[in-house]
């Protein structure tokens, strides 16, 4: 195979790849909202959004409107929820699927203080459940648990590929009877998914770079 052959297969193989994800994915945010309690007080949270080239949606719990997403410490709130729901959707049919995502929380816990959350990815198309799972964050005061801030980055499969799917999540805080204002502290601070596609599409796009990269060397 002649050196242009080459050259020409490594950029068809990147403009390939690179063309199936420049229109970007449909992200669209259905709920971001959390509730205070005693008062019943209703925060709206901001969502940070990027659909190209992969989609990733981040809830900025801790600049909830009038309240950030905080219970305990110095607020006289002891319970609270946070509830994100989000659809993901790949417009022009021609993008890998994405496999899972990058799950990222971070928070803050003192005492007695905890946040308990539960998350599920569905098929749109199917209705299968590709994600169904729970975690807990725990003060000091528990078995096990840690007083101060916490951040997780860990990564989720889902069950299997999908470009169609809707994501449900809630987060529980609490002080467990605790008095407040006082000790006592469950804060979320930031919720996000980076997600990701199958590993066909970032090999093909990866080969096409490496062989133009390669090809440039031996000009040179």
């Known amino acids: 195979m002649t050196r242009w052959n080459k050259l020409v297969m490594s950029v068809a193989a990147a403009v390939a790849v690179a063309s199936a994800y420049a229109s970007g994915w449909n992200v669209t945010v259905l709920t971001s909202v959390g509730v205070l ?57 021609s993008k890998n699927a994405l496999t899972g995502f990058n799950f990222v929380v971070s928070g803050f816990v003192q005492g007695t203080g905890r946040i308990v959350w539960f998350k599920k990815v569905v098929d749109r198309d199917t209705s299968a459940v590709l994600y169904d799972g729970t975690g807990v964050f725990l003060g000091g005061a528990y ?65 096409g770079l490496a062989g133009l990269v390669g090809l440039r060397r031996r000009k040179k």
């Open 37 to 93: 309690n005693p008062g019943t007080v209703v925060s709206t949270v901001p969502t940070t959004i990027i659909s190209n080239p992969l989609p990733q949606v981040t809830f900025n719990t801790a600049g909830g409107v009038p309240n950030p997403i905080l219970v305990g410490d110095g607020t006289n709130f002891t319970n609270g929820t946070f509830t994100g729901v989000y659809s993901i959707n790949d417009p022009t049919n």
């Open 143 to 207: 078995p096990g648990g840690s007083d101060g801030s916490f951040s997780v980055n860990t990564f989720i499969p889902l069950s299997m590929p999908s470009s169609n799917f809707t994501v449900f999540e809630v987060f529980i805080l609490d002080i467990a009877g605790a008095n407040a204002p006082g000790f006592d502290t469950a804060g979320l601070l930031l919720v996000e998914q980076d997600w990701v596609p199958e590993p066909a599409s970032v090999l093909a796009l990866g080969a």
